[in-house]
């Protein structure tokens, strides 16, 4: 119930393409679903972050889409570079209370010159 | 500079020894969060408090200790009881007040086990 599920694990993306990373949950009182990334050595940042209510956010080349029927959220990278390449984590937000957020096992993407 | 502070960068541990992991915040949050990461394994929750002089365990917090006693402040201490320390350790903090929470993190901690 309190878990997050994220996939690839790994990813391996050409310059300007693509690359795709998915999110599932379960519990329906999550209310708040945030992206971090995270460069080697380094901790996480806040990409972008999404509400239930909305179906998808966008910000720059970064874009959420939210399928709240299917408990699914995933992140677009449009026109992958080398410097995206890294960590990748989705989160839930299990009580505006608290701000406690669970997190998906995190995707590697590399981005190939 | 706004932000959290965590060190040392790198600690290593003898067998049967207590280390402390320092971690500091001057973005005036209420709550402050420990996670352990480990390669694969994603951000696993050790222990948070959302108020001075409280704090509550996460997933994983056998072999681990914290203290909350200033609201800035939030040392982890990583005990002889914890038989695999080896891992990168992250320290966050939010406001709790507010729509957003937003978790921001420190630059982490090594820890390695000599």
């Known amino acids: 119930q309190q878990q997050v599920k994220q996939s690839p694990q790994s990813l391996i993306v050409q310059k300007g393409g693509i690359s795709i990373i998915n999110c599932a949950y379960e519990n329906t009182a999550f209310d708040y679903f945030p992206w971090y990334q995270q460069f080697p050595g380094k901790g996480p940042a806040l990409l972008i972050a999404?509400?239930?209510?909305?179906s998808e956010k966008k910000e720059g080349r970064f874009t959420i889409s939210f399928n709240k029927s299917a408990k699914q959220f995933s992140l677009h990278i449009m026109d992958s570079q080398p410097g995206d390449s890294a960590t990748y984590f989705c989160?839930?937000?299990?009580?505006?209370?608290?701000?406690?957020?669970?997190f998906g096992q995190g995707t590697t993407l590399q981005v190939k010159p | 500079d706004g932000g959290i502070t965590q060190s040392p960068k790198y600690l290593f541990r003898k067998e049967g020894q207590n280390v402390t992991l320092s971690c500091e915040q001057n973005l005036n949050h209420d709550a402050m969060y420990w996670y352990r990461q480990d390669p694969g394994q994603g951000l696993r929750l050790i222990y948070y408090?959302?108020?001075?002089?409280?704090?509550q365990k996460g997933d994983i917090a056998e072999g681990y200790s914290v203290s909350r006693e200033k609201k800035e402040s939030f040392p982890l201490t990583v005990t002889s009881a914890q038989k695999n320390p080896t891992a990168f350790y992250l320290c966050?903090?939010?406001?709790?007040?507010?729509?957003?929470?937003?978790?921001?993190f420190g630059a982490g901690t090594r820890l390695s086990v000599l």
């Open positions: 966050a903090s939010n406001a709790i007040a507010g729509a957003k929470n937003i978790q921001y």
């Open positions: 989160a839930a937000r299990s009580s505006s209370n608290t701000g406690k957020l669970i």
């Open positions: 408090s959302q108020i001075v002089n409280d704090f």
């Open positions: 999404i509400r239930p209510d909305v």
